[in-house]
C-alpha cells in the first residue's frame, strides 16, 4: 500500500469518468510505487480536436470524449516527471486495480495488449512486445504511457 491520494484537483477531473474507471484509479493511487495525478478524463471534442491538430493524439474517437479514459501524469516528489520508467511502474499498479475490479483495461503504453489485466509479465514487457511488434511492421510505435483507457 502506497502512502498516495488524489488531490481535489486529480477527483475534479474525474468527473464524468466511467464510476468502473473511477474506482480502479482510486485503487492505483494506493496500489502504486510511484506518485500520481489525473491529468484529464472527460474531454470535450473541441479539446480533442486541439490535441488532434497539434499531432498530441492519433484520433478523433478517444475514449476521453466519452468517459471511458483517463490521463495521468507522475510525480518525483513535487515535480512533474515524464520519464516512461515511471509510467510503466504506475501501468503495473492500474493492471493490478483492474484484475481487482475484473475490468477490461487498455494502456497506451502497449497498445496491442487489449486488456492489461491478462497480460502475463510486467507493463515494462508490455511495452517492450508492442514497440517490438512496431519496428517488426516498420512502423514507428505510439507510446502514450499516461493514458489508461476502459476497453
Not at 27 to 45: M, S, W
Not at 112 to 119: C, E
Not at 122 to 146: L, W
Request: charged share 25%; hydrophobic share 40%; with cysteine.
Amino acid at each position: 500500500m502506497s502512502t498516495y491520494r488524489l488531490s481535489k484537483k486529480s477527483l475534479q477531473r474525474l468527473e464524468g469518468v466511467h464510476p468502473q474507471l473511477c474506482s480502479i484509479v482510486h485503487e492505483a493511487i494506493n496500489l502504486t510505487e510511484v506518485d500520481f495525478g489525473v491529468t484529464c478524463g472527460l474531454r470535450t471534442v473541441r479539446a480533442q480536436q486541439e490535441l488532434y491538430d497539434r499531432g498530441a493524439t492519433k484520433t478523433m474517437h478517444s475514449k476521453h470524449l466519452t468517459g471511458l479514459a483517463v490521463d495521468v501524469v507522475a510525480y518525483i516528489g513535487p515535480r512533474i516527471s515524464w520519464e516512461l520508467a515511471l509510467y510503466d511502474e504506475i501501468a503495473d499498479a492500474f493492471k493490478e486495480a483492474a484484475i481487482h475490479h475484473t475490468a477490461s483495461v487498455r494502456w497506451g503504453g502497449a497498445w496491442t495488449v487489449s486488456n492489461i489485466s491478462v497480460w502475463r509479465g510486467t507493463m515494462e514487457e508490455a511495452m517492450n512486445s508492442y514497440v517490438d511488434k512496431r519496428r517488426s511492421q516498420g512502423r514507428r510505435p505510439f507510446i502514450d504511457a499516461p493514458h489508461f483507457e476502459l476497453s
